[in-house]
T-cell receptor
Framework: QQQVRQSPQSLTVWEGETAILNCSYE??????FPWYQQFPGEGPALLIS?????DKKEDGRFTIFFNKREKKLSLHITDSQPGDSATYFC????????????FGSGTRLLVSP | DPKIIQKPKYLVAVTGSEKILICEQY?????MYWYRQSAKKPLEFMFS???????DNQTASSRFQPQSSKKNHLDLQITALKPDDSATYFC?????????????FGPGTRLTVL
């Protein structure tokens, strides 16, 4: 049983469009949600994260929207660029001090020029 | 310059054999980790080490044995390999134990077991 679910599995958008990546979780004890970006042949890298006390976190073109009641969150990538083409993982943790992170299966994003 | 080196990048093994995956970090970190990413499962935590001591083991099988010969090394020995062990294995490190926000991942070793 997956604790963190992501959809869609893959997504293609045109350059300049907004890509929306979805994530949901099961466990109410999760209260931090990092998103990772992974390029082919590389390890995942932390992109942006949000805590459950916030409903929105913005960092440049990347924004997380969080709905605690529905246990759902989404990553919006505005003005998508071909360089954003990567796999994005939603993850969940019980705190910032813990190293144990539960990952989703990822969304593969392709931004076409 | 590479901050975390994992060797080899690709590895092919036969069922029943033994392999060692190498990880070296040059970030001056005191904690190191192993994760596994397979086609069937999301990225999952395996081990954590702090100052060369095993702190957490989330791997059920004793066939997976981490080895830390130096502070900045954490190798992974896998014995009696099975096709289900086929995955990409990522090493990660952080300044201290804990704090996923401070973890830095290596490029991974892709293991294929035939």
């Amino acid at each position: 049983q997956q604790q963190v679910r992501q959809s869609p599995q893959s997504l293609t958008v045109w350059e300049g469009e907004t890509a929306i990546l979805n994530c949901s979780y099961e466990d109410s004890t999760f209260n931090y949600f990092p998103w990772y970006q992974q390029f082919p042949g590389e390890g995942p890298a932390l992109l942006i994260s949000i805590s459950s006390v916030s409903d929105k976190k913005e960092d440049g073109r990347f924004t997380i929207f969080f709905n605690k009641r529905e246990k759902k969150l989404s990553l919006h990538i505005t003005d998508s660029q071909p360089g954003d083409s990567a796999t994005y993982f939603c993850a969940a943790s019980e705190g910032t001090g813990g190293y144990k992170v539960v990952f989703g299966s990822g969304t593969r994003l392709l931004v076409s020029p | 310059d590479p901050k975390i080196i994992q060797k080899p990048k690709y590895l092919v093994a036969v069922t029943g054999s033994e392999k060692i995956l190498i990880c070296e970090q040059y970030l001056g970190h005191n904690a190191m980790y192993w994760y596994r990413q397979s086609a069937k499962k999301p990225l999952e935590f395996m081990f954590s080490y702090s100052y060369q001591k095993l702190m957490d083991n989330q791997t059920a099988s004793s066939r997976f044995q981490p080895q830390s010969s130096k502070k900045n090394h954490l190798d992974l020995q896998i014995t009696a390999l099975k096709p289900d062990d086929s995955a990409t294995y990522f090493c990660a490190s952080s300044p201290r134990l804990g704090g996923w926000a401070e973890q830095f991942f290596g490029p991974g070793t892709r293991l294929t077991v035939l």
